[in-house]
């Protein structure tokens, strides 16, 4: 697969289809940043790949240094692997998580891109987002540990911290404020709540993952 706006070359296809052919991956991706920061990507768009990046691989379990690269190779035998439910810019970063998911073998190579050419109808910061709520979407689902036990168990612990200190505060004569203890209490419940979810989550994802495969 390439962009049809004219960013990639075409003459770098067989560098990109060599490790299929060789047998060496199952899917190649073309990496802007491979050899370390490609001088061409203007400032604001690399801080958005970067973030683009953390979470795409946080949701993949794989260590990809371009995820919205759309220069990307794949053997025939991987059309099975994809789910192609993402519309819009989405579709990279679901590719690299049904790939990660399916255990393929997965290589990058190094890719040159051209940003004076093509026009988007959509911002950087609209791309960005829009990318960012499907991975979000994407995690909540395959890795709801992450997503919401993880965070439940921060507030609860924050919670906890809290109503120990206003313990001590008591026992030494000090007077409990409203305010306070009821954030104490609400941190416990959210907590205890989003960490719960996840892991019936957890659960539920094993369970539709091995209905799935059987």
Do not use: W
């Not at 990318?131 to 965070?151: M, S």
């Amino acid at each position: 697969t390439m962009d049809s706006d004219g960013q990639h070359n075409p003459s770098e296809i067989p560098k990109l289809v060599a490790p299929i052919i060789e047998g060496d991956a199952e899917m190649v991706n073309g990496s802007r940043y491979l050899n370390g920061q490609d001088k061409n990507t203007p400032a604001y768009r690399r801080v958005g790949q970067t973030i683009l990046d953390g979470f795409t691989n946080i949701n993949s379990g794989l260590k990809i240094t371009d995820s919205q690269s759309g220069f990307r190779a794949f053997a025939a035998s991987t059309i099975d692997t994809f789910r192609f439910n993402a519309r819009g810019m989405g579709i990279e970063s679901e590719m690299l998580a049904d790939a990660g998911k399916d255990g393929l073998r997965i290589k990058e190579v190094d890719i040159t891109v051209r940003y004076d050419v093509g026009c988007s109808s959509k911002t950087p910061i609209q791309h960005g987002l829009e990318v960012l709520v499907l991975i979000l979407k994407d995690i909540e689902f395959n890795k709801p540990l992450f997503y919401f036990t993880a965070p439940g168990m921060t507030l609860g612990l924050a919670g906890l911290y809290m109503g120990a200190r206003f313990v001590e505060t008591y026992a030494i004569g000090g007077r409990l404020n409203f305010g306070p203890t009821m954030l104490m209490i609400l941190l416990i419940i959210v907590g205890s709540f989003m960490s719960l979810t996840g892991i019936l989550l957890h659960s539920l994802s094993a369970i539709l993952r091995d209905v799935t495969k059987a």
